[in-house]
């Protein structure tokens, strides 16, 4: 009966626009106000049965748990409130969409943009090309996989026209006390901002220790197991090992795993207010046959090949102060800091040192604040330093390195789902002593599912 | 010590809940903490995540949150997607597998409600609307007793040890809410049919139970601030024939209500919205008190 209730709305439906006459507005106007109407009483008809036979289950279930007080029965599923899903497709999994794009403008040549003293990490890193540029849109699916695994993949289509898997996991759902499994490929648990998808930071790019350290983000191929404390302060452990196929590591030739990471994070509130969290990280990580050298004063790399291993600890911290639903400021910064020891080869694979040791930091502080219900203004101050690498034979002329940035941003945000924002860097990356001004606009869409964020 | 402690906890578990122990509840609005209080009396333990002067669509998934969420036996949301921004996150990273959606300790007040204004298209062109219909639920005392039968349900589904303590605050809970539910439909009886401008979507409820008749919204759309143009545009159509009230919620921004009061000489009042938006709106008693008051004396 309620079926062929539903069916015949859906039947008036789909014939009512059919029959209004086109011509005259008004009575299309009038025609469709009258299919809604139909539609929704027989909605409210469908409903109101469903309520009777939910409040005659529910009371039946309530005796029943207050009868026999051992084993109750599972509760009934709750009627959805919305239309009815309908067959195969009722399962499909939430999908959104990230649309971003930016124009880009700098004082000096990007391609030939490196940061001294440091290794080169991947070809994500640097303020990127002139002129407008297409970013990467990216594409997540999410769903419940069955009653003890979800499952994720984030697909980004980059502006060069590949796919990249950005993350690919499952994760568990049904295990107690707060322990939680990760598999898969996914952003690495450490830190604050590496698990944090590009089109929610806070400033166009990463900070330039995140960039120099980790080529940006380090993603994880492999497991995550993380517990939560049953504590009222938020206390997490985190543990996970993956192949290194990422910077500062590379997958190795052997049996076994690469890039041992293990986190904590303590948070909590101050006030109403007020919330903050905190945190330790530690990777130890191993390169065999790594490419790219430091480079020295001219530009040229050092060496071509690392082979070793790459430890580094990292402390994060963000605070966020909401005095109401239209204010917020969110201060954060983090430490990174790395030592690499092995030895370095050149091109042909020819050992030039096997006491090869250098030892690098970075940082970053940030702070963002909302002072209009739709705009933000940021700052950020970034600063890395790279002790002179120390080997057999090293020119005596190398030099700390420490190139710093200063970079300010403006958002605004007409909705929960679009952003467009501007920035601006004095970046002096390079050491050479002259500042590269770069300004960029850019814009953020999402489309589809309500993606939820984390902290 | 504190490691035993712990450790000790681990291997126990808790799917085996220690009988006297009383259900920890997470509630997201204080609306729902403060239900939950009234059945559940010194057998829950409530946490609430929000404050009424917070936008529940707007909410960060704190760390305070999730370590609630890891421990709690029972997570009361509203549900139609008015948490959508935050809870899944707080499930997400609990660990807690007696949360899930879908299993015994998560409740949506949405699931024994008829909602209203569920659309029957959505596009975010709309603004923030939500598909399953509206979810800000609690300003109808009936929608309270309701979502309080189904509660109770749950509770005594979850600790049936307690049962029959559940079921004997719920009656207590249900004579006394229908007594008061008379009081404040006798009370607020002079303000049906009067012409009310309301902010969001979000006295829909009210002004339902209260007949009291929506004639324009001050957000142009769900969760779309009034442009200047936008507003001027109500001072005409609204100059002519002034509408009673205008009315807004504690965390409202109350600058344009207040601009459009002083243009069309109508009176703006702000409602408590949730247990805890004036000092008055203590539980869910003084909510609907304080709100019947409120209409009242702006009404005279």
Known sequence: MRDFKSVAALIALATMPAMAPAADDAAALRAELQALKNDYNSRVDALEARIKQLETANAAAADAAMAMAAAPPPPPEPAPSGAPAGGASAFNPAISLILGGSFTGTSRDPADWHIAGFPPAGDEIGPGERSFNLGESELTFSASIDPYFSGVLTAAITGENEIEVEEAYFRTTALHNGLTIKGGRFFSGFGYLNEVHAHAWDFVDQPLAYQAMFGGQYKQNGVQVKWLAPTDLFLEFGAEAGNGDGYPATRLEKNGFNGVTLFTHLGGDIGDYTSWRVGGSWLTQRAEGREGGIPDADGFPLFDQFTGDSDTWVVDGVLKWAPSPRRQLKVQGEYLHRRESGEIADSLGTVLADNYRNTSSGWYLQSVYQFAPRWRVGARYDSLESDAPSYTFAPPDLLDASPDRVSLMLDWNPSEFSRLRAQYDWDNARDDGETDRIWRLQYIYGIGAHGAHKY | ?300
């Not at chain 2, 057998?43 to 960060?60: M, S």
């Not at chain 2, 596009?123 to 309270?144: F, K, T």
Request: include cysteine; aromatic fraction near 6%.
């Open chain 2, 1 to 300: 010590m504190k490691f035993i402690r712990l450790t000790a906890l681990l291997l126990v578990g808790a799917a085996s809940l220690p009988a006297n122990a009383a259900l920890k509840v997470l509630a997201t609005t204080p609306d729902w903490g403060a239900l939950t209080q009234e059945l559940g009396g010194d057998k829950v333990n409530v946490y609430v995540a929000t404050t009424a002067l917070q936008d529940v669509h707007r909410v960060e998934a704190k760390p305070s949150l999730v370590a609630r969420a890891r421990s709690a036996d029972l997570v009361v949301a509203t549900g139609a997607e008015l948490e959508v921004g935050w809870l899944p996150v707080l499930i997400q990273e609990s660990g807690n597998a007696n949360i899930q959606k879908g299993a015994r300790g998560y409740f949506e007040a949405a699931s024994a409600l008829r909602l209203l204004e569920v659309p029957s298209q959505v596009d975010r062109a709309m603004g923030d609307i939500h598909p399953d219909g509206n979810p800000h639920v609690q300003l109808d005392p009936h929608n309270i007793l309701a979502v309080a039968h189904a509660l109770t349900t749950r509770l005594a589904q979850l600790d049936p040890g307690q049962a029959a303590y559940y079921a004997a605050r719920a009656k207590d809970f249900d004579t006394r809410w229908d007594a008061a539910t008379k009081t404040w439909e006798a009370k607020a009886a002079p303000l049906r049919g009067a012409q009310v401008v309301i902010m969001h979507r979000d006295q829909v409820y009210l002004c339902h139970w209260l007949g009291l008749v929506e004639v324009a919204s001050i957000e142009p759309k769900p969760g779309v601030p009034p442009t200047a143009a936008y507003l001027g545009t109500l001072v005409g159509k609204l100059t002519t024939t002034p509408p009673k009230l205008i009315l807004l919620n504690a965390y409202n921004d109350p600058k344009a209500a207040s601009w459009l009061s002083e243009r069309i000489h109508t009176p703006a009042v702000t409602l408590p919205f949730s247990v805890g938006g004036s000092p008055e709106a203590k539980d869910l008693f003084g909510l609907f008190d304080d709100t019947i008051n409120k209409l009242l004396a702006a009404f005279k």
